[in-house]
């Protein structure tokens, strides 16, 4: 089951609250955030838009014996593995060297940052791929499909590792 992530930053067209992101006011998300509710929690992009991922969902979920997948960014991946040094961790980089380039003409086509936002999102970017060895595994998404059997590879090879331990 994927997690879906709490934000403060408003619904983009077409997003759907409790599905794309759990949309919270900022005074909503600092109540949670005192309350110890998230697993992680960070301010992004310093554009004052805060996400974190609601530890009563990943809970729920494991209490379920289903696996929980996490979207963050490295930042919240480090904090998530500083607390649970058994978390599967994959870093799935871009396939393109052009990567950074590919993420710019995105940012620019939405028309919703600034240039100094696009700018530090971009310098983000490049940082983040620098910690990439800090995961268990990494898998390149340069064919879609062929990300995807990696991944579903590495799940089923640490679901038979888990269950010969037991």
């Known amino acids: ?3 879906v992530s709490a934000t403060t930053r408003r619904p983009r067209s077409g997003e759907v609250d409790g599905v794309d ?6 005074e909503e998300f600092h109540r949670h955030k005192q309350a ?9 992009f310093a554009q004052g838009y805060w996400y974190g991922t609601l530890r009563g969902q990943v809970s729920s979920g494991i209490a379920a014996g289903k696996w ?3 979207e ?11 607390r649970y040094p058994d978390a599967i961790s994959i870093f799935v980089r871009p396939g393109s060297d052009g990567f950074l380039n590919e ?3 995105r940012l620019r ?14 310098n983000q970017a490049g940082r983040e791929l620098e910690m990439a060895d800090r995961y268990r595994y990494r898998v390149v998404n340069d064919d879609l499909d062929r990300a995807v059997r990696e991944v579903c590879n590495i799940l089923a090879r640490e ?3 888990d269950r010969d331990a037991r």
């Open 1 to 3: 089951m994927a997690s």
């Open 21 to 26: 992101y759990h949309f919270l006011t900022h």
């Open 36 to 44: 110890g509710d998230f697993l992680e929690c960070v301010e992004v």
């Open 68 to 70: 929980v997948v996490l």
């Open 72 to 82: 963050i960014d490295v930042q919240g991946a480090l904090a998530v593995m500083e």
């Open 103 to 105: 993420l710019e003409r």
């Open 109 to 122: 086509g939405r028309r919703t940052e600034s240039e100094e936002a696009i700018q530090r999102r971009l």
């Open 159 to 161: 679901s038979e590792t």
